[in-house]
């Protein structure tokens, strides 16, 4: 692939800010979307275990609806959390993004409908189940089927779009145009590796959701210790698979002795220790977090690189600074994101530590909070608007 075609595929109207900064937030949200893909799979996967347990063993028939409910909410925060990835990849590597949904135009439309098809059965899974314990079970394996494919169908346009030499040939095999939009590449291993960090990441959920609850009385020692237990056998266990398969991916590529996927090893490595002993799951998932950002920044790398041979440096893309819309973005993103996430997180974290029902309208900092929200979202709305009016209408008048 020549570099004229890959900077001819690039918006001639340019970047609205500094590249580099993209590229972070790229890192950052890809994350953060991460997370919620591995705790959704992670939590259905083991829920479905859970249905054919908890009609005799008590344990996980508190068990299992905890678990399903988290997978339910998880998909809804990972649909959420895709989508500022998919617009930083788009800002600067959209010549590798377009292509890639061009030839793969088909399983684009594919992947909405297999979301909105498995999403929808999945509440069935949990209508089914909260109705008659243990219900729903085709319903959820179905539905968990469908929304493992489309994380592989997600997987195939990252490494489409990851394949620019190959392009010409997929878009016309042998010289004949295809059309069909079916265009399918996947890389074993590096999905491998990726759908196998589910379990480690279900595993730490579990310690967490076992110390979170050791503090409430309704719930039984005997509850507590299994599930914390049950978290570090599952942790421990899908962290030696990621690890193997990690190497193998490394290995594969030509990375394993990179520095960074050096300090990915140890990350790991470290992990493991820390949900052995599982002395503070908290600070587990603090350096959990530090890992998946390492992991994602990897993935980033391995792009970049593919690029840069091929002689296109995001660094080098023509900036068209905007200051006002990023300024925008970034208030709303930090300020109106940081306040109403930091509302729900605290009245999560309490309506979770209350045994009765929980009013927030009675308590403090979860009324300031919701406020500030409310106010901060109106006043958005009205700049927002506002703002997009007086340009507008200066515009056309
Ligand atoms: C159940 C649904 C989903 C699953 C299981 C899933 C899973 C995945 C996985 C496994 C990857 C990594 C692929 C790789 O690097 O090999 C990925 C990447 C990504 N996903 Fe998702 N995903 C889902 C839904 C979504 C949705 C709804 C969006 C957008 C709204 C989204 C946006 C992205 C983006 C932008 C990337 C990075 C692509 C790239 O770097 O080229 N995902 N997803």
Redesign the pocket.
């Known amino acids: 692939m020549d570099a004229s075609v890959l900077l001819a595929l690039r918006d001639p109207a340019g970047v609205p800010f500094y590249p580099v900064v993209f590229q972070a937030l790229y890192v950052l949200t890809?994350a953060l979307?991460?997370a919620f893909?591995l705790l959704?799979?992670g939590s259905m996967g083991l829920s479905l275990y859970g249905t054919f347990r908890q009609k005799s063993d008590p344990i996980w028939k508190i068990l299992t609806p905890h678990l399903i409910q988290t997978g339910k909410i998880s998909?809804s925060i990972?649909?959420v959390l895709?989508?500022a990835?998919?617009l930083f990849?788009q800002v600067i590597y959209d010549p590798n993004?377009y292509v890639a949904n061009t030839l793969s135009g088909m399983w684009v439309f594919i992947f909405i409908y297999s979301?909105v098809v498995?999403y929808i059965m999945y509440y069935w899974y949990y209508y089914a189940n909260k109705a008659n314990t243990g219900g729903g079970k085709l319903i959820g394996i179905v539905s968990f089927l469908i929304?493992?494919f489309?994380?592989v169908l997600?997987?195939n346009?990252?490494?489409t779009?990851i394949m620019p030499n190959d392009w010409m040939n997929m878009y016309a095999p042998n010289g004949v145009v295809d059309t069909s939009g079916l265009t399918f590449n996947m890389?074993v291993v590096?999905?491998a590796f990726?759908?196998s960090l589910s379990i480690p990441v279900v595993g730490i959920f579990l310690q967490n959701y076992s110390r979170f609850l050791s503090t409430r009385d309704d719930f039984s020692k005997e509850f507590i210790s299994y599930t914390a237990s049950l978290g570090t056998k599952l942790a421990i266990v899908g962290f030696l698979l990621s690890a193997v398969t990690f190497a193998l991916w490394m290995l594969q590529i030509g990375y394993l002795l990179h520095p960074l996927s050096i300090s990915i090893v140890i990350g790991v490595v470290i992990l493991l220790l820390m949900v052995a002993k599982n002395s503070n799951s908290y600070i587990t998932t603090g350096v959990l977090v530090v890992v998946a950002l390492l992991i994602s920044a990897m993935?980033e790398l391995i792009?970049f690189d593919i690029m840069a041979k091929l002689g296109y440096s995001i660094y080098e893309y023509p900036v068209n600074l905007e200051i006002p819309s990023i300024v925008m973005f970034l208030l709303t993103f930090l300020i109106m994101g940081g306040v109403g996430v930091a509302y729900l997180l605290t009245m999560s974290w309490k309506v979770g530590k209350s045994k009765d029902v929980f009013d927030g309208s009675k308590d403090v900092a979860v009324n300031k909070l919701g406020n500030y929200t409310l106010s901060i979202m109106i006043l958005w709305m009205v700049i927002y608007f506002g703002w997009g009016m007086a340009i507008l209408f200066n515009n056309i008048l």
Request: aromatic residues 8%.
């Open positions: 890809w979307h991460a893909v959704a799979l998909v990972l649909i895709g989508v990835p998919l990849t993004w979301l498995g929304l493992v489309a994380g997600m997987h346009f990252a490494v779009s890389d590096r999905l990726m759908v993935r792009r």
